[in-house]
């Protein structure tokens, strides 16, 4: 039987506060920062490592970490979680997430059924409606070949699907895996769906509309802009969409979707990219046998995270040594670092994942808690980041923890030789210089040429983005902020902090508005 | 004769600290409320609004900033800073980007010229230039048009002219002024310039080079991987190349190019999309004429920022409030949230602009601060935002400060009414209610459900993204920034914070290493 308790009442909690703080640049300098480079680095599927050489950790915070994971019964907790027990509180709800991927422990009835064959069976559903329209048996209206498929969803129905699909758009192409251009339309923003429908061909586009519930307003708008321009351009919009929803929702049964495939409840939308609604989208982009690959790497990393020794579950040591940054050493904010442009939007994908599940104050009883939870994630690209925003994370007032991801080999296979090295040796170099800039710093005389150092980083290393490696990365987030989730004792999988914005939007709209929402809505002419 | 201070010297900052806090969902209610959104609104630049109510401010609050702008002779240094003093104290250079779009004081004379004719020579260049690319008296060797424009930079050469483009590419459209696509290469990543090149049309693209020293390793490396594919195409490169440079640089006078168009070292890379950097991608998309616009409004928006009454300043108000946020209320982070899908990349802008700028740890003489200095810096367009991240800024256990920006009308205009509102009226009706509950929250017996306002935001309100308004809104927050650092007493026209992951990298690739940054190479098979 689990326990559910806040961290300031675990003991371990207590004694991880009193372990001594560990003086990260004099602890990587030398043969020492050498060896702890070889020894904290754990594998993670697809061949991938964490590496945690550069975190404000040794021995004994390790230990006292472990102590923690054992109090706080993580391993229990999540096995509690895949076993179909009702994790989600607020909303009484099962988690079922993984399930989408594999079958970690006992089979889970629902809804008249084996939740495990439901999901896989939409996969199969969505597998063979996009061969049909990969090999042209499904088509427009003149016979000819769908092209472009466009996602329309907001929140977790676009940033991870569009995140993934980025990661490997390239890869696809250069290994011939590439079947349809993709493009997302998510913002009630009329310039939004205006400029993406600019930039395609309508008559050879496919639409997925992706709503659990049916009724998400902004989505529901956007498809309405949408089949507005398709009848307007003389085409039937029934032949050029399909839907991915709950089977309660009005959107399931409709005739006006070629096809629909369907989600449940216990499915959160930002934990959604495994299940149909990235499903459908990125099998009908590259395949269904590349949507599996990536399931297949997500489930290996799922596997990991179910070990209780927490130095062989690299999502449970990452979220643990986060709990320390946060509520011991008092940081804030993470910065999640991509050396790839592949995953130019994987840092926006993994905000809303970490920060609309871990953003609460209360604990999953409904009580306010006491102490720091959920940080603020922001992240873009390296070099880019370089170049931009890195001044402040070396010379700032405030330590902000990094989390870098790296990958010895490029996906497209083309590259170009300055000055002895490539562009790939360059990339890498960039990475490993800056892990070890941020922990050692230098000294300079010059006080605006010193660098303090003692700014903590991990870093994922891979051989290449691939599928695998692109599920076991999403896996690996996923199960981290659920793990700390855990160790906060916070319902990770409601999000009642986006309501209170809709009702008053829904009261501005109506026109019930008094005070600063009435002044408001006439400077907008509302 | 202005006088340099840390911030903790200031009696005025004593003061500040000592004013009686604001209760914000207390003073944002009922008529009060409605009171201080007329009341605390302030007329920026083509017809824009900064509206303030929704801050932790009042009147007390004001005239504490009021005498701290005094104090720390804000308007003053402005006024040093753009006639001709030198200013960034680290590089010992004047900073005069504010001259690329108009003259506020006195001429200033440097490198055997005067600055104004040479910045406005440097764009009258580029507009001929373009009009003879647009006219076709430019074309490829076959004599046809070219209708792509590829910027290669990175860092202050990429992010501010990426966002620029993205902000009107569809304004453009609409008002017929759009004249070629616009790509922009700049991660060393190779799958980035590989990825670009495979989406355009080779032999009808102009690459512009960006890079003030002629020297940035990323910048030249990418330009060496476009002129291996223009070779392999069977183009000359040098027909198809531009550069952006200083004079001095070896690429000013190379016959590599087809023109090269010159900056100096008085304008930073962050404040540079005004300049060149800016000007050539931006006149070649949208014709000169649209670049001339968006340097009125920055021009404009600059004139309200000499002015000495904070309280018709917008910049220098909206930098104090965010100076009381940070050193006061102890908040670290500042989120930008535009509801406006065309400016999708300009937090990522605004990131680099503030956070290379002001997060600094010594002030400009070189002694450390004993003061938190710039805020880390993050945001996404609404509504896609309040469908990830606004989770944890409605019910996270920190605060974090808003900054809205919101426009009454699209730049397409295409619209479709749903639910008898127009998506742009969604648009507008739910920034309007997001800055209503995060100030004023609403209680519920359900803790989970409850929400506690007390979340302050600010908002700049237009009537359309355009050209004119694009400019103010960037000369605002460059001067925002400008101001701030003034206050901190700090240099925020340097960047050593990204010195030593260069050096450090070069060493990696040289195979100087040892230690940690040896075993992570190592890793990576460098």
């Known amino acids: 039987m689990v326990m559910w308790n806040n961290l300031d009442t675990l003991t371990s909690y207590q004694e991880l506060s009193k372990v001594g703080r560990v003086n990260l640049a004099e602890v990587m300098s030398g043969d020492n920062g050498a060896e702890r480079v070889k020894k904290y680095s754990v594998p993670m599927a697809a061949g991938m490592v964490y590496n945690y050489a550069a975190k404000q950790i040794d021995d004994k915070v390790l230990e006292a970490l472990a102590k923690l994971a054992e109090e706080a019964q993580l391993t229990e907790k999540f096995e509690a979680l895949y076993n179909g027990e009702v994790i989600n509180t607020g909303e009484k709800r099962m988690v079922l997430h993984h399930m989408t991927r594999g079958q970690l422990g006992e089979a889970v009835e629902a809804d008249g059924g084996d939740k495990r064959d439901f999901y896989?069976?939409?996969?199969?559903?969505?597998?063979?409606?996009?061969?049909?329209?990969?090999?042209?048996?499904?088509?427009n209206a003149a016979g000819e070949k769908f092209t472009t498929v466009v996602q329309i969803g907001i929140g977790g129905s676009d940033l991870g699907p569009r995140a993934m699909y980025l990661a490997?758009?390239?890869?696809?192409?250069?290994?011939?895996?590439?079947?349809?251009?993709?493009?997302?339309?998510?913002?009630?923003?009329?310039?939004?769906?205006?400029?993406?429908?600019?930039?395609?061909?309508?008559?050879?586009?496919?639409?997925?509309?992706?709503?659990?519930?049916?009724?998400?307003?902004?989505?529901?708008?956007?498809?309405?802009?949408?089949?507005?321009?398709?009848?307007?351009?003389?085409?039937?919009?029934?032949?050029?969409?399909?839907?991915?929803?709950?089977?309660?929702?009005?959107?399931a049964k409709s005739d006006d979707y070629l096809?629909?495939?369907?989600?449940?409840?216990?499915?959160?939308?930002?934990?959604?990219?495994?299940?149909?609604?990235?499903?459908?989208?990125?099998?009908?982009?590259f395949g269904p046998e590349v949507f599996a690959r990536f399931l297949d790497g997500a489930a290996e990393e799922d596997k990991l995270a179910t070990n209780k020794d927490m130095l062989a579950n690299p999502a449970m040591l990452d979220a643990l040594i986060g709990v320390y940054e946060r509520n011991v050493l008092g940081y804030p904010d993470t910065a999640v670092l991509p050396y790839s442009q592949a995953l130019?939007?994987?840092?926006?994908?993994?905000?809303?994942?970490?920060?609309?599940?871990?953003?609460?104050?209360?604990?999953?009883?409904?009580?306010?808690?006491?102490?720091?939870?959920?940080?603020?994630?922001?992240?873009?690209?390296?070099?880019?980041?370089?170049?931009?925003f890195y001044q402040l994370l070396h010379q700032g007032t405030d330590i902000v923890p990094l989390q870098f991801v790296g990958f010895k080999n490029n996906q497209m296979g083309r590259d170009v030789v300055i000055e002895d090295s490539t562009s790939q040796q360059k990339l890498c170099a960039n990475v490993v210089a800056q892990i070890v800039a941020f922990a050692c710093g230098k000294a300079d005389e010059n006080r605006n040429k010193n660098f303090e150092g003692g700014r903590p980083s991990s870093i994922i290393i891979g051989d290449q983005l691939t599928p695998e490696a692109l599920g076991a990365l999403l896996s690996h987030f996923e199960n981290k902020v659920m793990f700390q989730g855990f160790v906060w004792n916070i319902n990770s999988f409601d999000q009642e902090g986006v309501q209170l914005g809709k009702v008053l939007a829904k009261r501005v709209l109506a026109h019930e508005t008094d005070g600063a929402l009435k002044v408001y809505s006439d400077l907008f002419n509302i």
């Open 120 to 139: 896989t069976g939409e996969q199969q559903k969505i597998a063979e409606f996009a061969n049909k329209v990969h090999s042209g048996v499904i088509a």
């Open 344 to 388: 130019s939007r994987f840092p926006a994908h993994l905000q809303q994942l970490d920060m609309e599940s871990n953003g609460k104050s209360v604990n999953r009883f409904g009580e306010p808690v006491n102490y720091p939870t959920g940080p603020i994630i922001f992240g873009e690209p390296g070099t880019n980041g370089q170049h931009s």
């Open 259 to 285: 096809a629909a495939f369907f989600m449940d409840d216990y499915i959160g939308g930002r934990f959604s990219s495994t299940s149909g609604v990235g499903g459908a989208v990125l099998s009908l982009a």
């Open 168 to 251: 490997l758009e390239n890869w696809a192409k250069v290994n011939n895996t590439f079947k349809m251009e993709a493009k997302f339309i998510s913002n009630v923003d009329p310039d939004d769906a205006a400029g993406v429908l600019n930039t395609i061909d309508l008559a050879h586009s496919l639409f997925v509309l992706v709503s659990k519930s049916g009724t998400t307003l902004e989505t529901l708008t956007n498809e309405s802009f949408v089949k507005d321009a398709l009848k307007n351009a003389g085409l039937d919009p029934a032949k050029h969409m399909v839907a991915v929803t709950s089977e309660t929702s009005p959107l």
